[in-house]
């Protein structure tokens, strides 16, 4: 069973930077594509960010795009969340995702989640 561990959340302030890490164990991580969501206070969880297996596609959300980008390093099993920019607006809760398939868009439904890391952005 895929485990997913998200971390690298906290407190910052508006244009400050923060990166997300998610580790996984237990399962095959190099072979699926993966994700980041997040869910602010009193709203639905949305989609953020998605990388493919090997890395060579991204996809964001276009509130997100030229601020975060997603990475992966399928040797220690980890995919990234670079933030830049930060705004309050993006405070939330970030999970991030695995799928079951090489390559994911903004419809996909993710098969594993991470139990999710807080963020937080003061302006």
């Known amino acids: 069973q895929l485990q997913l561990v998200d971390s690298g959340g906290g407190l910052v302030q508006a244009g400050d930077s923060l990166r997300l890490s998610c580790a996984a164990s237990g399962g095959t991580f190099s072979s699926y594509a993966m994700g980041w969501f997040r869910q602010a206070p009193g709203k639905e969880r949305e989609f953020v960010a998605t990388i493919s297996w090997s890395g060579g596609t991204t996809l964001y959300a276009d509130s997100v795009k030229g601020r975060f980008t997603i990475s992966r390093d399928n040797a220690k099993n980890t995919v990234y969340l670079q933030m830049i920019s930060l705004r309050p607006e993006d405070t939330a809760v970030y999970y991030c995702?695995?799928?079951?398939?090489?390559?994911?868009?903004?419809?996909?439904?993710?098969?594993?989640w991470g139990k999710g890391t807080l963020v937080t952005v003061s302006s």
């Open positions: 995702a695995q799928y079951g398939t090489k390559v994911a868009n903004i419809w996909s439904k993710a098969d594993y």
